[in-house]
């Protein structure tokens, strides 16, 4: 019963580096989506996907990018990263509306 | 654009108090309504969800009704407890967009003993 797993779970960055955040997820959900979470602003929607090979631009993409390449994994990169990109990440999934999600546990990322 | 206004916390509360959350929303069409919960350290999880209009969730002692007509989808527990303590989040989804949820700003709760 793993349902969907994030990692790492922390990490630091320096700016500019790059990384990238693996979401893996054994439900067979065709949805796919990644959030991020800041003080005072509930979650926003980054990228989200609808099923293996595609992707979508959600409420906050820049500086992001994502692959569905596998159906049970959903990656997010940041190719050069910034302070402004410091955040918790959390990757979800589920099936068409109305059931709702299934987080992860979250990635807390620091970029000094 | 679709959007979720919750009330603004922190909301503090004496065990075995009365809990009322507010939420409202903006949208186009019938969305699902949701509540999800956030413990300290962890994910959101789903606590209750609601399809139609007046159509009550409900989910380990709290509830919310679907208002269509005020666009209302308020939470309520009436005894909250200390482990009840966590940010409440109100979120919205629409079938015909990818299943994306549209959450609240959440609205953190402190029950003290």
């Known amino acids: 019963n793993a349902g969907v797993t994030q990692t790492p779970k922390f990490r630091v960055l320096k700016t500019g580096q790059s990384m990238t955040l693996l979401c893996a997820q054994d439900m067979n959900h065709e949805y796919m989506y990644w959030y991020r979470q800041d003080p005072g602003m509930g979650l926003r929607l980054i990228h989200y996907s609808v099923g293996e090979g595609t992707t979508a631009k959600g409420e906050v993409p820049d500086g992001y990018n994502v692959s569905r390449l596998k159906k049970q994994n959903f990656l997010l990169g940041l190719e050069s990263a910034a302070p402004s990109q410091t955040s918790v990440y959390f990757c979800a999934s589920g099936r068409q509306s109305p059931y709702g999600y299934t987080f992860g546990s979250g990635t807390r990322l620091t970029v000094v | 654009g679709d959007s979720v206004t919750q009330m603004e916390g922190p909301v503090t509360l004496s065990e075995e108090a009365f809990l009322t959350i507010n939420c409202t929303y903006t949208?186009?069409?019938?969305?699902?309504l949701f509540w999800y919960v956030q413990y300290p350290g962890e994910g959101l999880q789903l606590l209750l969800k609601a399809t139609k209009a007046d159509d009550k969730g409900s989910n380990k002692g709290f509830e919310a009704t679907y208002r269509k007509e005020t666009t209302s989808f308020h939470l309520e527990k009436g005894s909250v407890q200390v482990s009840d303590s966590a940010v409440y989040f109100c979120a919205l989804s629409k079938g015909n967009q990818g299943g994306k949820l549209i959450f609240g700003q959440g609205t953190e709760l402190s029950v003290k003993p």
């Open positions: 949208a186009t069409g019938y969305p699902s």
